[in-house]
């Protein structure tokens, strides 16, 4: 008995679907399956460059924020010992308000990239989904084809078997059933009875 | 703090903890980025303060304000992660949905292969339903056969004994039990020789004006009336017949009566009598279609009907008032040796959708999704067969579609007879099933409706069949007189005593085979009947050959052993 084809199974558990005994591929269904892989492959290498790019727009934002709060800094206290109010409430306010502006800043840069590497990843999901009903959908037609092929092909057989049989035996009776009307008329006439 | 601090869902949590996908970590890298943050600048605004000569005690407030800020949103960015990990958790489980549906899905495949299955386990019952009747059907015959050889047998035996003490005389001194030897026989034939052939003579001079009797009447009934293809081809048949007879090679045991015989046959004009019959029995096949004509008087009666709006098919009760016999015989001759319809149940079973009405079979051979190539390919060009049924052409198993799909099948029968369909005239015959248009070309021309046409030939069809199976009777009879009469002469034995008509009988002895048979076991001592079989046997005659069997049933009588 031949070993079962399970290179479809295992193709398809590439696209997280999981199809036990999957029927035997065919040239389509294997070139469709290496489309699939291949859009996914695809797919995925875009989602790592999109998420790439997000994180250096971050680092390059974060960096931007340090070089202008030490500005902003820089400015701020030389206003403040100009003025000869360094060591004043009013300092302590604005350099407070300063390191605010900052934390803001910075926590909404980590917030984008959070919300972009999540899109991504989103996105690249539903890709993936979208592949996967796709691969399933043609392995099922596969199957279903497959299956009505072979029931066709076997029940054609077994019509071809019964009708034969049903042939040779409707022959066997009717040579039977000669055989006997050949015996009788031979009695007949050697009776010497008119037949 | 004033400011509120909202708490992740513990729900969401579990699903973020749960789903741990790329988004989900993305805003747990940047909660801990955030919060790292959070230290750095919360110290290095206290540093700053200290360094500005802030008093201990006031460098909390430095940082306050921050830490606000930071709190809120790392509770803001917990809340977001919280959310894409429901959301990936979701798609999840709508993809095991689907996964799940599909799986059940594989299990409805059994049902489309049965699906599939199904007309040819359908077929198959068909084919050997027929296989089996074909054969009981042989198996009957045979056995029917049997019954009737043993009640002949039987009869003739009960004759037979009936007969012993009485009979026996008749056949001259030298006789035996009845029964004519040899020489008995050639004396027979040589002291009875004038007065048999003036016999014959008499019987041949009378079948000869009974034969031209019935050659006039056909030669006018032929010219006023249409015979069918079956009473033209009968009529060919007979004439066929006498052409064979008198071409017959002459056999030495018959040879005074047989040439009478060929006399009364081969009067002038019987070959050229029975081409004639031949050639209007062709042209009444091409030129007068019976299925047509049956078809057209159907359908001429079903027209009414059908034209009507407020019925958009043909009903079980519709084709039970057009009459069953109508119906019938345009299905029967439709399908030649197809099902016969007997009833109003058969006729529904035929127009209203037990598949096997059309057989399987004749439903692959037309391709009903689209009759008007399938009409196309047939016959050239012209408007596929339609009915005049308004409405409800969409629906599959109507009368429209059984008819439609008849007149296309028979077309294809028509043309695997010979017929060439795409001759306008019976392509005309053929498409135009309602008769509406042929009858209006046909009464624009002067001619007859098709319901006319139909009547006037069933009239004079039943004419010409009365007045032809009158003659054809008298006729047959008169000659099968003579066959009976020449047999007996030549063999001396009775005609009745064998299964084989007149005809065949003065056939078979008129055979080489005959001849041969007789050489073989004449002028021998025969111990009794079975010898002679057996003789004849040797000889290569064969009991299972019904025309050999006879042949040595006639000679083994004649020996009369």
Redesign the interface.
Same mark, same amino acid.
Do not use: C, H, W
């Given at each position: 008995m031949a070993e079962p084809d399970n290179s479809m199974t295992s193709l398809l558990s590439r696209f997280g679907?999981?199809y036990a005994d999957a029927p035997a591929p065919t040239p389509a269904t294997l070139a469709f399956m290496r489309g699939l892989g291949l859009s996914l492959d695809t797919m995925t290498a875009a989602k790592d460059k999109q998420?790439a790019r997000i994180k250096d727009r971050t680092t390059s934002r974060m960096g931007d924020i340090d070089v202008a709060n030490e500005r902003t800094k820089t400015n701020m206290l030389g206003d403040l010992v100009r003025r000869g109010v360094?060591?004043s409430g009013e300092?302590?306010t604005r350099?407070?308000?300063q &390191? $605010?502006n900052? *934390?803001?800043q910075?926590?909404d840069a980590?917030?984008a990239?959070?919300? =972009? !590497?999540?899109?991504?990843?989103?996105g690249f999901?539903?890709g993936a989904?979208s592949l996967?009903?796709r691969a399933?959908?043609t392995v099922?037609g596969a199957?279903?084809s497959q299956?009505?092929q072979a029931?066709?092909l076997?029940?054609?057989e077994?019509?071809y078997k019964?009708?034969d049989e049903?042939?040779e035996?409707?022959?066997q009776?009717?040579k039977e &059933? $000669?055989e006997? *009307?050949?015996k009788?008329?031979?009695d007949?006439?050697?009776?010497?009875? =008119? !037949? | 703090m004033s400011t509120n601090i909202p708490s992740a869902d513990t729900a969401l949590l579990h699903a973020q903890a749960k789903a741990g996908?790329?988004?989900?970590e993305?805003?747990e890298?940047?909660k801990k980025?955030?919060a790292a943050?959070?230290a750095a600048?919360a110290a290095?605004?206290q540093a700053?303060?200290a360094r500005?000569?802030?008093p201990d005690a006031?460098l909390g407030?430095?940082?306050a304000?921050?830490n606000d800020?930071?709190a809120r949103?790392l509770a803001?960015?917990t809340e977001?992660?919280a959310l894409?990990g429901a959301?990936?958790e979701q798609?999840d489980a709508r993809?095991a949905d689907?996964?799940g549906a599909?799986g059940q899905?594989?299990g409805l495949?059994?049902d489309?292969?049965q699906q599939?299955?199904a007309p040819?386990?359908a077929?198959?019952d068909y084919?050997?339903k027929a296989?089996?009747r074909?054969?009981?059907n042989?198996?009957d015959k045979?056995?029917a056969?049997?019954r009737l050889?043993?009640a002949?047998?039987a009869f003739?035996?009960a004759n037979r004994g009936g007969r012993g003490g009485g009979g026996g005389g008749g056949g001259g001194g030298s006789s035996s039990k009845g029964k004519l030897n040899d020489g008995d026989l050639q004396a027979m034939l040589q002291s009875g020789g004038q007065s048999k052939m003036q016999r014959a003579r008499d019987t041949a001079a009378a079948a000869v004006q009974a034969t031209r009797k019935v050659q006039s009447s056909r030669a006018h009934t032929a010219a006023n009336t249409q015979y069918s293809p079956q009473q033209m081809m009968r009529m060919g048949d007979r004439a066929g017949l006498a052409k064979r007879q008198l071409e017959k090679k002459e056999s030495p045991y018959v040879a005074p009566d047989r040439s009478a015989t060929a006399a009364a046959y081969g009067q002038p004009g019987a070959a050229s009598r029975s081409q004639a019959a031949l050639e209007a029995a062709r042209r009444q096949i091409s030129t007068f279609d019976r299925m047509t004509a049956g078809r057209n008087r159907a359908i001429q009666q079903a027209a009414p009907l059908a034209a009507d709006p407020n019925r958009s098919m043909i009903s079980p009760g519709h084709l039970a008032a057009l009459g069953n016999s109508s119906l019938g015989a345009l299905y029967g001759q439709l399908f030649g040796s197809g099902q016969p319809i007997r009833s109003a149940a058969d006729i529904d079973r035929v127009f209203m959708g037990d598949p096997f009405a059309i057989s399987p079979a004749d439903q692959r051979r037309v391709n009903m999704s689209n009759a008007q190539s399938e009409w196309n390919a047939l016959t050239g060009n012209g408007r596929a067969p339609s009915v005049p049924m308004p409405g409800r052409r969409d629906v599959p198993g109507t009368a429209y579609d059984a008819l439609q799909e008849a007149m296309i099948l028979s077309a294809i029968d028509l043309q695997n007879e010979g017929y060439d369909v795409t001759e306008p005239e019976v392509r005309n015959a053929l498409s135009k099933v309602s008769g509406n248009y042929y009858d209006e070309t046909s009464t624009a021309r002067g001619g007859l409706t098709g319901q006319e046409q139909v009547d006037l030939s069933r009239d004079q069809m039943a004419e010409a069949n009365k007045a032809s199976e009158t003659n054809q009777d008298e006729a047959v009879t008169l000659v099968e007189q003579e066959e009976r009469d020449a047999f007996t002469s030549a063999t001396g034995l009775d005609s009745a005593?064998?299964?084989q008509r007149p005809d065949q009988l003065v056939e078979i002895i008129a055979s080489p085979t005959f001849t041969a048979a007789l050489e073989a076991v004449q002028g021998k001592q025969w111990k009794n009947?079975?010898a002679i079989?057996n003789e004849l046997v040797k000889n290569d005659l064969r009991?299972?050959d019904p025309y050999e069997?006879t042949i040595?049933?006639i000679v083994?009588?004649m020996m009369n052993v």
């Open positions: 679907v999981d998420v360094l060591r300092s302590n350099y407070g308000q &390191a $605010e900052v *934390a803001r910075k926590s980590l917030r990239q959070a919300e =972009g !590497i999540d899109q991504a990843e989103f999901n539903t989904d996967r009903t399933l959908e099922l199957e279903t299956a009505q029931a066709a076997k029940a054609q077994d019509s019964r009708q049903a042939a035996l409707s022959y009776r009717s &059933a $000669e006997r *009307a050949l009788a008329q031979e007949f006439l050697k009776r010497g009875l =008119g !037949i | 996908p790329a988004g989900v993305a805003y890298q940047a980025e955030l943050q959070q600048a290095a605004a700053e303060a500005r000569g802030t006031a407030v430095a940082s304000g921050l800020m930071y949103r803001s960015m977001a992660g894409a959301q990936a798609r993809m689907y996964s599909v899905a594989r495949i059994a489309q292969v599939t299955i040819i386990n077929e198959t084919r050997i296989l089996t074909e054969g009981q042989a198996v045979i056995e056969q049997m050889d043993a002949r047998a003739e035996e005593k064998y299964a009947r079975d079989v009991l299972s069997r040595i049933q083994a009588d």
